[in-house]
C-alpha cells in the first residue's frame, strides 16, 4: 500500500510541474480549520508537508503526508511519524535559528512549490502567531494562510474574493515599499491611497458579492474572518 501511495502522489506531482504548477500544503502547529473551510478554500496539494505538530492537524484532515519535518517536541505521540512509512521524515534539533514552520516552508520553496498554503497556525503563542505573519514579508512567503479563525492572503498583484454583503475584510501593508491598489465590490474603496508600514485597513466591507483589488505598488495582506466563509 506505501508502495502505491508514493507511485500516486510522484505521478501527482510530475503532472503538476508539467503544468508549471506545483502546490504545496503545509500543516502546522495551532489551532486549524474544519474540514469543511479546508476543503473550500484549498483541498490536496501536490506535496503534503507536515510540521511537527501539524502532524496531528493532517491526521484531523485526513491528509495524507509526504513529508514530514521538525524536532518533533510538540506532536501529540512521537510515534506518530512511524505510522506514516511512505512519507520522508526529516527531523531538526530542537536548539536552531527557525522554527519548524520556516523549515517547512523552506523546502517546500526548495522542492519547486509555486504555490504554498499554510493550514493551522492559529491561537496558541503570540510570538509564533507573529512569526507566520512576519514569513509574509519575506520571497518565499505563503501564498494562502487558513487558520481556525481566519484566512490570510498575500496581495502583490490581483485577488478575488466572494462573500455577501456586508461581510469583513481587511487589509494591512507590508514591507517597505508604500502600498498604492485599485478596487472594486468594497463599501471603501482604497483607490487613491497611500497605506506605508504602521497604517491599518480593518473592518472595511464587501458591498458586491465580489471584491477585487489590484496592487500598483506594495504589498498587502488580506483578512477575512473564517465564520464568514
Known sequence: ?????????????????????VKAVLCTGGEGPSAALFAARC?????????DSGLDL??????????IVGDFDSVS????????????????????????????IRIARERGATEVVLVGGGGGRLDHLLGIVEQFERDSRPDLW????????????????????GDIISFIPLGCEPCTMRSTGLRWPL??????????????????????????????LMIRPSGEM
Open 43 to 51: 483541498g490536496a496539494g501536490d506535496l503534503t508537508i507536515a510540521a
Open 146 to 165: 487558513i487558520s481556525a479563525g481566519c484566512v490570510v492572503r498575500a496581495v502583490d498583484s490581483e485577488i478575488r474574493e466572494t462573500g455577501a454583503i
Open 191 to 220: 483607490d487613491r491611497i497611500e497605506w506605508r508600514r504602521g497604517d491599518i485597513g480593518v473592518s472595511n466591507e464587501f458591498a458586491e458579492s465580489e471584491v477585487c483589488v489590484t496592487m500598483r505598488t506594495g504589498l498587502l
Open 1 to 21: 500500500m506505501s508502495v502505491l501511495f508514493c507511485s500516486v502522489a510522484s505521478l501527482r506531482r510530475r503532472r503538476s510541474v508539467c503544468c508549471g504548477t
Open 58 to 67: 493532517a491526521v484531523r484532515l485526513g491528509l495524507m503526508p509526504d513529508l
Open 77 to 104: 505521540d512521537p510515534g506518530l511519524p512511524s505510522r506514516y512509512p511512505s512519507a520522508e521524515v526529516i527531523s531538526f534539533p530542537r536548539d536552531k535559528d527557525e522554527t519548524d514552520t520556516e523549515i517547512a
